[in-house]
């Protein structure tokens, strides 16, 4: 499996590959209670900058596994997803295409197949930018409020599904700060984001996602 050659840092990725595979994502036509208040919040931008720090939980091992790193979303091209510590490995997901790289290497494709391929893309960019609204096609969607900030639950809709992951719990304002997932086996990923909306998206950022 290509994710058996990917760092640590892209722990969360085995996840949203598995859940890629288990059904076909399509658009809700309705959206949960308190959702919509939800996107209203949000800010709405073509493109957005920021750091991450990564945590998965393993029952096996007394404390968790640490990565950081950054990442760059252009609306409509796609999200460019770097790992920095503990070592450099990298992400591109464009064009229905998932892409991986490490150290300074080139990219290569992730064996996932055409659908999984566009369904891997498509959740992760998702969860990243909070587009609930597609996510509702894979999960029963929970949003509550309060005066400064924002929690959104995701549980699976599909036995396949909940096979790999219990829950999805995400939490924001403005934009999404931390996305945090709890795995069947009971272990759990979350990662904190940390967006930078005034920086732009560097050359070489830019040049990943639209060469």
Do not use: C, K
Not at 123 to 151: I, P
């Amino acid at each position: 499996m290509a994710l058996r050659r990917v760092m640590n840092g892209m722990r969360l990725l085995g996840v949203i590959w598995a859940l890629s595979g288990a059904v076909e994502l399509a658009l809700a036509n309705a959206a949960a209670p308190g959702l919509a208040e939800v996107e209203a919040r949000m800010l709405v931008a073509d493109a957005l900058t920021g750091t991450f720090t990564q945590r998965r939980e393993i029952d096996s091992l007394p404390f968790p596994l640490l990565s950081t790193g950054r990442f760059a979303l252009l609306s409509d091209v796609g999200l460019y997803w770097q790992v920095l510590s503990p070592a450099e490995t990298a992400l591109r997901v464009r064009q229905g295409r998932v892409e991986e790289r490490a150290g300074q290497g080139g990219w290569a494709p992730v064996e996932l197949g055409a659908t999984a391929q566009r369904l891997t893309g498509q959740l992760l960019t998702d969860l990243v930018a909070g587009r609930f609204r597609r996510l509702e096609a894979l999960f029963d969607v929970e949003a509550q409020l309060d005066e400064q900030s924002w929690t959104v639950q995701l549980l699976p809709r599909d036995e396949a599904v909940a096979s790999v992951i219990q829950q999805v719990n995400l939490r924001g304002d403005r934009f999404v700060r931390e996305i945090r997932l709890q795995h069947a086996s009971g272990e759990a990923t979350e990662i904190e984001l940390t967006p930078d909306p005034d920086r732009p998206l560097t050359e070489s950022e830019r040049g990943v996602l639209v060469d």
